[in-house]
């Protein structure tokens, strides 16, 4: 293939529509099959649909194969930096406060709060990992409620179920608001209208997520015992979302939904307790011993990761940051030799591959300084330090070689447009386009494993078709990410680092075991939300900002 060739991507190359939307399913079907039917190792069933995925953008839809040659580097690249990179230091943080004693005091101190586990997944899982997806994102609060629920005692596959459920409300808002952000740059509608919007549809979803996560942990039994904190935290936090997605914008919508919901979940439960105590994994209640450290000393390690992060997304921080260390390369042979074309988009334009590479703004790096700092400032030398590090990146280096694979099969059905006919085939759903606009949104995510390559992938065909249908563009762009945070759970990308943070035991479960134990409650989720946006799209057309 010459260097300067051009491909536009084909839709329907295989018997129409819905005949291309069977055959570009095979590669997910696959993986899933592998993972949850033949409980393969998630390496080998991630080669298998690769290889799959290759193939049909090939063979199928005509894709040159150095083009999808260059999109499995690229993939690859992007999950080691910067997703690997957030999982490893996140992982690097876990064992650095493990190591300093940290964590049997966070557990203590938990404990005195209260010694219920349902209550202590829903401080962690829900209020706390809401405020870290606000500042991190890219699997960061995942792999930091999975570690710190199983220092609290946790088993592994109830705390990798735990953190997956709990990331799901606050992910349309993450990582300082990028999700709308960039929505608001493909579609070209105005960012505070798709904010406000998206505080409008998830906020009813988000006040069911607690109750949800209870349940899913202890059944309908231990929910009814403690459904009174469930509606405190999900009311508050739905409460906060809407606020400030309407009345501010969406930056800090996760950051102040988070921690507001925790401060007033925590005041809540000085007055409030349930009658019957669950302790984590059954086991006897004790008494909490004296606390070894501080209580400022036990949360050094969290406080410092969230202080660097929060500084590093600072405006002109930032702007310092990526004068200086900020780095990007354009993927030769596949930037802007990709052609998308109508209707997935109004009109022919090619895809940008641009690999960029943020060595101190990466929120990967803000974790792994936060470790560095907190370990010294508790007593660890650099030797130490240093040694912790190796063994961690020897522990996790087989689930970042996954998390690569995971990401080049993701950015192979991008490029060869296989994943636009799956979203081609939900559009065509005609009058039901409000209820599956937002699994179409699901679909882009548990894709790519992230609301905002989802916004990116198929924002603007939300757009063009609701002007199609004489639905409000808006709404049902504003969908696509709401709908979207329910895939987040079971995306190739999540899974993994939720089967890496609980990992290292023998009871430790694989990245099959964590996906089976999370997709039916990623898909209630979802369908919950169908519900939602319908409704509002058949019977309250007003909802929408500026109606």
Same mark, same amino acid.
């Given at each position: 293939?010459?260097?300067?060739?051009?491909?536009?991507?084909?839709?329907?190359?295989?018997?129409?529509?819905?005949?291309?939307?069977?055959?570009?399913?095979?590669?997910?079907?696959?993986?899933?099959?592998?993972?949850?039917?033949?409980?393969?190792?998630?390496?080998?069933?991630?080669?298998?649909?690769?290889?799959?995925?290759?193939?049909?953008?090939?063979?199928?839809?005509?894709?040159?194969?150095?083009?999808?040659?260059?999109?499995?580097?690229?993939?690859?690249?992007?999950?080691?930096?910067?997703?690997?990179?957030?999982?490893?230091?996140?992982?690097?943080?876990?064992?650095?406060?493990?190591?300093?004693?940290?964590?049997?005091?966070?557990?203590?101190?938990?404990?005195?709060?209260?010694?219920?586990?349902?209550?202590?997944?829903? !401080?962690?899982?829900?209020?706390?990992? +809401?405020?870290?997806?606000? /500042?991190? $994102?890219?699997? &960061? *609060? =995942? @792999?930091?409620?999975?570690?710190?629920?199983?220092? !609290?005692?946790?088993?592994?596959?109830? +705390?990798?179920?735990?953190? /997956?459920? $709990?990331?799901? &409300? *606050? =992910? @349309?808002?993450?990582?300082?608001?990028?999700?709308?952000?960039?929505?608001?740059?493909?579609?070209?509608?105005?960012?505070?209208?798709?904010?406000?919007?998206?505080?409008?549809?998830?906020?009813?979803?988000?006040?069911?997520?607690?109750?949800?996560?209870?349940?899913?942990?202890?059944?309908?039994?231990?929910?009814?015992?403690?459904?009174?904190?469930?509606?405190?935290?999900?009311?508050?936090?739905?409460?906060?979302?809407?606020?400030?997605?309407?009345?501010?914008?969406?930056?800090?919508?996760?950051?102040?939904?988070?921690?507001?919901?925790?401060?007033?979940?925590?005041?809540?439960?000085?007055?409030?307790?349930?009658?019957?105590?669950?302790?984590?994994?059954?086991?006897?209640?004790?008494?909490?011993?004296?606390?070894?450290?501080?209580?400022?000393?036990?949360?050094?390690?969290?406080?410092?990761?969230?202080?660097?992060?929060?500084?590093?997304?600072?405006?002109?921080?930032?702007?310092?940051?990526?004068?200086?260390?900020?780095?990007?390369?354009?993927?030769?042979?596949?930037?802007?030799?990709?052609?998308?074309?109508?209707?997935?988009?109004?009109?022919?334009?090619?895809?940008?591959?641009?690999?960029?590479?943020?060595?101190?703004?990466?929120?990967?790096?803000?974790?792994?300084?936060?470790?560095?700092?907190?370990?010294?400032?508790?007593?660890?030398?650099?030797?130490?330090?240093?040694?912790?590090?190796?063994?961690?990146?020897?522990?996790?280096?087989?689930?970042?070689?996954?998390?690569?694979?995971?990401?080049?099969?993701?950015?192979?059905?991008?490029?060869?447009?296989?994943?636009?006919?799956?979203?081609?085939?939900?559009?065509?759903?005609?009058?039901?386009?409000?209820?599956?606009?937002?699994?179409?949104?699901?679909?882009?995510?548990?894709?790519?494993?992230?609301?905002?390559?989802?916004?990116?992938?198929?924002?603007?065909?939300?757009?063009?078709?609701?002007?199609?249908?004489?639905?409000?563009?808006?709404?049902?762009?504003?969908?696509?990410?709401?709908?979207?945070?329910?895939?987040?759970?079971?995306?190739?990308?999540?899974?993994?680092?939720?089967?890496?943070?609980?990992?290292?035991?023998?009871?430790?479960?694989?990245?099959?075991?964590?996906?089976?134990?999370?997709?039916?409650?990623?898909?209630?989720?979802?369908?919950?939300?169908?519900?939602?946006?319908?409704?509002?799209?058949?019977?309250?057309?007003?909802?929408?900002?500026?109606?």
């Amino acid at each position: 293939m010459a260097p300067d060739t051009v491909w536009m991507q084909r839709y329907t190359p295989w018997g129409g529509l819905w005949g291309s939307a069977l055959v570009a399913a095979v590669p997910l079907v696959l993986l899933l099959v592998w993972l949850g039917v033949f409980r393969a190792r998630a390496m080998r069933a991630a080669l298998v649909a690769l290889v799959m995925a290759v193939g049909l953008a090939v063979g199928v839809y005509g894709m040159p194969a150095r083009m999808a040659g260059m999109a499995v580097l690229y993939g690859g690249a992007f999950g080691l930096f910067p997703i690997g990179w957030v999982v490893l230091h996140a992982m690097f943080l876990y064992r650095v406060s493990l190591e300093t004693g940290g964590f049997d005091d966070l557990q203590r101190r938990l404990a005195g709060i209260s010694a219920d586990r349902r209550i202590q997944a829903l !401080l962690v899982a829900f209020c706390f990992g +809401a405020f870290v997806e606000g /500042l991190a $994102g890219f699997g &960061a *609060p =995942v @792999a930091v409620t999975g570690a710190l629920m199983i220092g !609290l005692g946790f088993r592994p596959l109830e +705390a990798a179920k735990l953190a /997956l459920i $709990g990331n799901t &409300a *606050p =992910v @349309a808002f993450g990582s300082v608001g990028i999700p709308i952000v960039t929505l608001s740059r493909v579609t070209g509608l105005d960012e505070l209208a798709l904010s406000a919007m998206v505080g409008r549809q998830l906020p009813w979803v988000a006040m069911v997520v607690p109750f949800w996560l209870v349940g899913a942990q202890a059944g309908w039994r231990g929910l009814r015992e403690v459904w009174p904190v469930c509606a405190v935290s999900g009311g508050t936090f739905a409460v906060l979302q809407f606020v400030v997605s309407n009345y501010h914008g969406p930056w800090l919508v996760d950051i102040v939904a988070g921690l507001g919901s925790l401060c007033v979940t925590l005041m809540w439960l000085r007055v409030w307790s349930p009658r019957r105590i669950e302790p984590v994994n059954g086991g006897r209640l004790r008494e909490p011993a004296a606390p070894r450290l501080s209580t400022a000393r036990a949360v050094l390690p969290w406080g410092c990761f969230a202080v660097l992060v929060a500084v590093t997304t600072l405006g002109p921080v930032r702007s310092v940051l990526d004068a200086f260390v900020s780095f990007e390369w354009t993927v030769p042979g596949l930037h802007e030799r990709v052609v998308r074309v109508p209707p997935a988009v109004a009109e022919a334009h090619p895809e940008p591959a641009v690999y960029r590479l943020n060595l101190l703004s990466a929120s990967g790096t803000a974790v792994g300084l936060a470790a560095v700092l907190s370990g010294w400032a508790l007593g660890l030398g650099p030797r130490r330090l240093f040694r912790l590090y190796v063994e961690t990146l020897l522990r996790v280096r087989a689930s970042l070689a996954t998390i690569a694979v995971m990401l080049a099969l993701a950015f192979v059905t991008r490029y060869s447009g296989s994943d636009t006919t799956l979203g081609l085939a939900l559009a065509a759903s005609g009058p039901w386009f409000s209820f599956f606009s937002p699994l179409l949104g699901w679909l882009g995510v548990a894709l790519t494993g992230s609301d905002t390559s989802s916004n990116v992938l198929f924002g603007h065909l939300q757009k063009v078709t609701a002007e199609q249908l004489g639905l409000s563009p808006v709404m049902m762009a504003a969908a696509n990410s709401a709908g979207g945070v329910m895939g987040k759970m079971i995306d190739a990308q999540s899974i993994v680092v939720a089967s890496v943070a609980t990992g290292g035991r023998p009871d430790s479960p694989d990245v099959g075991r964590v996906l089976r134990a999370v997709f039916l409650h990623s898909v209630g989720l979802a369908l919950l939300m169908a519900v939602v946006v319908w409704v509002q799209a058949r019977w309250f057309p007003g909802v929408v900002p500026g109606s």
